[in-house]
């Protein structure tokens, strides 16, 4: 019930704020009320995007410190509905490269786990997937050529010790989510779905051959041909050509090694003298084979050291054989360290103003070199920034860039994006000319004046 009573001034908490335009009002007319209470959960309806979201937040914040009904973020979700035409995808081109690898490493990539865990990806399924992925990160975009890729998609899709970039490869990802139903066919027989046919093909029968050996028992769970039992060797590898006279090539060991009934499906068929050394060879070894009764028959997965199958391992071993002409550890473990924690020797402050310690929002805007430099630069282009768009009250450079880029005519916004890249990019090497060439300025700011070198801005 308490909760019940206080569910109202929360929605006059909203209407206020949509009065004041901290909230937009809903588009859809007959959405009267912005929450909606079912139980002990409520729902509250706002417009799609950041702003909105960040201001029902610090709604929330408030009306549980006044109220004590704290908001349990960690357990909310933002969920779209009717957002078919609204652009709600990730603006991936405000994120470095290493954010978006991240992004498409643990969301992306994982997208079809469900589909590939079941069903075979077409080619060209995968073809577009892998187009997205490789857009977004080279590009933040959804369309990128390739002249706008750095590395092909194969040496990307490699794991980060092997030279590549950890983007997982889909075709390899899924034959190694399906391994896990040859592995459980074994060794969870009393699965509902036991005795049916399992999602897989050729290629994932061969790896799963590949990567398990088979410790005999009493026969009755192992393939004669087909399981590796033979001193961790399947039968169909060392006799390849009797295995192709075989028609029932799923017999058990125990119903082929009972009266070495394997034998009979031979008899009159082998006639070359490739086939007469396979069989002489296995007739061989198969003597020392003796079945167990009242023993179960065991697998073993080659790639872990417990012998129990893992999806990581399935993915890795299918990266055998390859090889990296350098070490790329030494590139993932190396790190920036912090001079001043170390005591090493580093700038105490601003090279370009000896004020505080430079940041990036420092050296490109609050700076007093930096301002200096943009009034010069602006009066040369005839432009002048808005009081809102002020340097001092910005609080991150991408935040200013992008809020001060608004208060300029669409006509105008590409000259000022220019005119921004320009100026940060010029102060950034004059940066590095004071720290690296100890060049100083003699002069005003873009006078071209510089101890051993001319440069303007």
């Known amino acids: 019930m308490l909760f019940i009573l206080a569910i109202d001034p929360l929605q006059r908490i909203l209407d206020l704020a949509t009065q004041h335009g901290i909230l937009t009002p809903l588009p859809l007319t007959a959405a009267k009320l912005r929450t909606s209470l079912y139980a002990d959960a409520a729902a509250i309806f706002v417009n799609p995007t950041r702003d909105q979201l960040q201001s029902v937040k610090q709604i929330l914040h408030a009306f549980g410190a006044a109220t004590g009904l704290t908001i349990n973020f960690e357990k909310s979700s933002v969920h779209p509905i009717r957002c078919e035409n609204v652009d709600l995808r990730d603006k991936g081109q405000l994120l470095n490269r290493a954010g978006r690898l991240t992004l498409i490493t643990s969301v992306l990539s994982f997208m079809p786990t469900y589909h590939l865990t079941i069903f075979p990806l077409s080619k060209w399924a995968r073809n577009q997937i892998d187009k997205v992925r490789r857009s977004y990160l080279w590009k933040g975009k959804d369309n990128a050529n390739g002249g706008h890729c750095l590395d092909n998609w194969p040496t990307v899709s490699r794991p980060k010790d ?17 391994l896990r139903w040859l592995w459980q066919e074994w060794t969870y027989d009393s699965k509902p779905w036991g005795g049916l046919q399992v999602p897989r093909n050729t290629y994932d029968r061969l790896l799963f051959q590949a990567s398990t050996y088979v410790t005999v028992g009493n026969g009755a769970k192992a393939k004669f041909w087909r399981d590796a039992w033979l001193d961790g060797e399947a039968p169909y590898n060392l006799a390849p050509h009797l295995f192709a006279l075989v028609k029932r ?20 068929k082998i006639i070359m003298t490739v086939q007469i050394e396979e069989f002489v060879s296995l007739w061989i070894r198969l003597q020392q084979v003796h079945l167990q ?40 473990r190396a790190k920036a360290e912090n001079k001043r924690k170390r005591g090493w020797p580093h700038q105490m402050s601003c090279t370009m103003c000896n004020g505080p310690m430079e940041s990036g929002l420092h050296l490109c805007l609050t700076c007093p070199f930096a301002q200096e430099v943009w009034n010069l630069i602006l009066a040369w282009e005839n432009m002048s920034l808005p009081q809102q768009a002020a340097p001092t009250n910005a609080t991150g450079l991408g935040e200013w860039w992008k809020r001060t880029e608004t208060f300029f005519p669409k006509t105008h916004r590409r000259d000022f994006n220019s005119i921004v890249i320009y100026t ?16 100083l300025v003699l002069s005003a700011p873009g006078s071209g004046a510089y101890q051993g070198k001319s440069f303007s801005l």
């Open 162 to 178: 092997l030279g590549g970039l950890g983007v997982l490869d889909l075709e390899k990802f899924g034959r190694a989510l399906k």
């Open 249 to 268: 090539k799923n017999r058990s060991m125990l119903q082929e090694l009972t009266n070495t009934t394997w034998i009979k499906p031979l008899r009159r």
């Open 293 to 332: 009764p009242g023993v179960e028959d065991t697998i073993t997965w080659r790639w872990t050291s417990d012998g129990i199958y893992s999806s990581k391992s399935a993915y890795r071993a299918q990266f055998i054989g390859f090889y990296c002409g350098y070490k790329p550890g030494l590139i993932w």
């Open 424 to 439: 940060w990019w010029n102060i950034w090497k004059e940066w590095n000319r004071r720290v690296f060439l100890a060049l």
